[in-house]
């Protein structure tokens, strides 16, 4: 049952930044996350701060060079869909459609997809865990399946968002919003990993918001691509997932970003993958190198070891893929 709480509808980043600054507010884009936690009482909440309405958030456009802006309150239908993010940006274009089902892309927003709350069933359940500030992550010695294989402390889930990872391999920053001004920063320092802080998975503080993300153009001979493993095909989150960007001059690997999906409580960025990459033609050889090298550090919790696996064969699927292309 929703508990009672109050509702604001902000229509400036200004109003909403100070609305979200109140003790016990949550922000509100698409609601498909926040909704779910809010009636199953995964955390406390006094008032809802709906974004919908600030038009500054809104829409795909061009930035000089060549680059991308998407706002924060982009639905992820906007992202799959848009021939722009399609041709240059595949690895998006290809999470963002990845992303549940077509009703969820239709209303789900990006920001809200990189801010959206673990999915671990302990977390989302009558469980007084460790990422809720108890001393317990019942997962430990629980039903870990789901879990993370890399990067884990102390708690053991995985970051639930698909664009995350694609926004990781393609270098993208974001720009946060507050009471006291604006900062861009890149992505991969957004996410905060579990030995960091139990309590929060990304480094927005009270009041603050995800405004914008920020894309520059590709590197010239680039491509990228998205793959996820999932239980269920009709929609599900990634039990394994890779994203690719991959660029090559006379045959060779001159640059890859590689970040996984489904194995750690952040987007896992996958440098050793990338070095064993470098320099090398993008073979089979080469293709095998970098998923062994994907998972040397792998460490599976109890019922996760398959991950091991999943991971190494979904990265040669789409290292070969990139290959083909
Ligand atoms: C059945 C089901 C299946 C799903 N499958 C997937 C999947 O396969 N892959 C996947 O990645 N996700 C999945 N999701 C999660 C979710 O629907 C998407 O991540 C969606 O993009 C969330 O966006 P939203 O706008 O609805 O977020 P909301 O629910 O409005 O917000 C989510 C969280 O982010 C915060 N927030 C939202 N916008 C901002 C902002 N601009 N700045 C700061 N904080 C913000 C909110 O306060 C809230 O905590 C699934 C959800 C459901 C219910």
Not at 66 to 73: P, S, T
Request: hydrophobic share 45%.
């Amino acid at each position: 049952m929703l508990e009672k709480f109050t509702y604001h509808k902000a229509i400036t980043v200004q109003a909403a930044s100070e609305a979200a600054a109140r003790p016990g507010a949550r922000i509100l884009a698409g609601g498909t996350d926040l909704v779910g936690c809010l009636r199953d009482n995964v955390f406390p909440v006094e008032s809802v701060v709906s974004i919908s309405a600030v038009a500054d958030l809104k829409g795909i456009g061009p930035r000089p060079g060549g680059g991308l802006r998407i706002g924060a309150l982009t639905t992820l239908t906007e992202i799959a869909e848009s021939r722009q993010v399609r041709d240059s940006w595949t690895a998006l274009a290809e999470a963002a459609g990845s992303v549940g089902t077509p009703q969820l892309r239709n209303q789900g927003t990006i920001g809200g997809n990189l801010c959206q709350r673990p999915r671990c069933w302990y977390f989302r359940g009558d469980f007084h865990c460790r990422r809720k500030g108890g001393d317990t992550c019942f997962a430990e010695a629980g039903e870990n399946q789901y879990h993370a294989i890399l990067g884990w402390d102390r708690c053991y889930m995985v970051h639930p968002s698909d664009t995350a990872s694609a926004l990781v391999a393609l270098g993208a920053r974001v720009t946060i919003a507050g009471r006291k001004g604006r900062r861009t920063i890149p992505i991969e320092s957004f996410f905060v990993p579990p030995k960091v802080s139990l309590l929060k998975e990304n480094v927005l503080e009270p009041g603050e918001l995800v405004t914008e993300i920020l894309l520059d153009a590709p590197p010239p001979g680039a491509r990228s691509t998205y793959r996820k493993v999932r239980e269920r095909a009709a929609f599900d989150f990634a039990l394994a997932g890779a994203a690719v960007v991959v660029a090559l001059a006379e045959g060779k690997v001159r640059t890859a970003r590689i970040a996984l999906s489904g194995v750690a409580a952040a987007p896992w960025r996958s440098t050793d993958a990338e070095k064993a990459l470098a320099g090398k033609p993008l073979d089979s050889a080469s293709i095998a190198a970098a998923a062994e090298a994907a998972v040397k550090d792998a460490a599976p919790v109890g019922k996760n070891e398959y991950k091991i696996a999943l991971v190494r064969g979904v990265l040669e699927e789409t290292l070969g893929r990139l290959a083909q292309a």
